[in-house]
């Protein structure tokens, strides 16, 4: 019976969050003493607010890595923090080396620049972030016009979509003190992790609320940031951006409009695009490449084609490509 408890627009979202016993986490590598070790370092986003914790970027790249016979098991450990800036991760990240791990990942949102130091200042900033509730006559109003609630709605969120980006440009500004600990923190994190032999890779996250296409995003300035203090210290990284270009913005939060973080298709999207890289930089060799069916590719060719039948883009006489198709599988292969 489907669940009523709830109002309708969250009744596909879980009602429990189910945690693992530590005996059973990480069940390909225990008992082994020739794993991969990757640590996750991050926030919220990270540590998978409002996802199950098997749907989480970290988890579902651990499986991908133990999907093929004959290569040493992979361990992802997560060390996240929910609520904490780049800068207040450094301490996570001193825990996460003392597992020696092989690569260490930091996953980066945008408001990473936040200097918590100062949280006035911040929460001054953040009042016009969330809608009003409103008054009670209006409240009264709004329950029993479903087309005044519409309009209600669409104006507070083109309010708080207004105050949102002002915010982020506060964030971003040079002066800014957390600028300053931001570009501290990836330096250290940085040297850290060379003086630890492992591999460091940030790994940018865009913001979930706006659509991504170039010319309609309005955060690029803020990726770009991030992305020359990288290159400043010749540090390689991945930008998730590019990855989530055309896609949809509600259909990767946890709830639009209401909860913006990543919800599985979204972390399984990131998984995905963190294993090509860390197989095209070689952090991870070849071998942990999963093979790729076929099958996958078809299926998505058939959604691609009757999406554009759709649109009047094919003519209805076009062939359908075959599901029975069998030919030899082929590898997921990154790109240099």
């Known amino acids: 019976m489907p669940d009523t408890s709830a109002p309708s627009g969250l ?3 879980s009602l ?20 991969l070790r990757i640590a996750v370092i991050g926030d919220s986003f990270t540590a998978g607010a409002g996802v199950q914790a098997d749907d989480r970027y970290a988890d579902r790249l651990e499986r991908l890595l133990n999907m093929k016979d004959g290569m040493p098991p992979a361990e992802v450990r997560v060390y996240a923090q929910c609520g904490t800036s780049t ?33 006035k200042e911040l929460m001054r900033w953040r009042e016009g972030l969330m809608p009003e509730v409103p008054p009670p006559w209006l409240a009264a109003a709004l329950r029993r016009s479903r087309a005044l609630n519409w309009l209600y709605a669409r ?14 440009r506060r964030l971003y500004k040079p002066s800014y003190s957390g600028v300053a600990r931001f570009r501290d923190a990836i330096r250290i994190m940085n040297d850290k992790c060379r003086e ?12 979930l609320s706006e659509p991504f296409d170039k010319g309609r995003y309005p955060f690029e300035y803020a990726h770009e940031a991030i992305r020359r203090r990288c290159m400043e210290l010749d540090i390689r990284y991945l930008d998730l951006l590019p990855c989530f270009r055309g896609a949809s913005p509600e259909r990767l939060q946890v709830i639009p409009s209401v909860d913006p973080h990543p919800n599985e298709i979204a972390h399984r ?19 942990y490449a999963p093979e790729q069916h076929i099958a996958g590719n078809i299926q998505h060719q058939i959604w691609e084609e009757t999406v554009q039948r759709m649109h009047g ?9 075959s599901n029975n198709d069998h030919r030899p599988v082929a590898s997921v292969r990154g790109r240099r």
């Open 16 to 35: 429990d969050f189910f945690l693992q016993q530590d005996q059973r986490e990480h069940p390909w590598s225990r008992g082994e003493t020739n794993v």
């Open 87 to 119: 800068f207040q991760q450094i301490e996570l990240l001193d825990e996460a080396l003392t597992w020696k791990p092989h690569v260490v990942v930091l996953g980066i949102c945008l408001n990473d620049m936040e200097d918590w130091s100062n949280p």
């Open 313 to 321: 883009v094919l003519p209805d006489d076009q062939p359908q490509p």
């Open 11 to 13: 009744r596909d979202r």
């Open 196 to 207: 630890a032999h492992a591999a460091f890779v940030p790994m940018i996250w865009p913001l």
């Open 269 to 287: 999207m990131a998984s995905e695009a963190l294993l090509k890289f860390l197989l095209s930089e070689g952090d991870v060799v070849r071998g």
């Open 155 to 168: 104006v507070g969120a083109a309010v708080a979509a207004r105050e949102d980006l002002r915010y982020y």
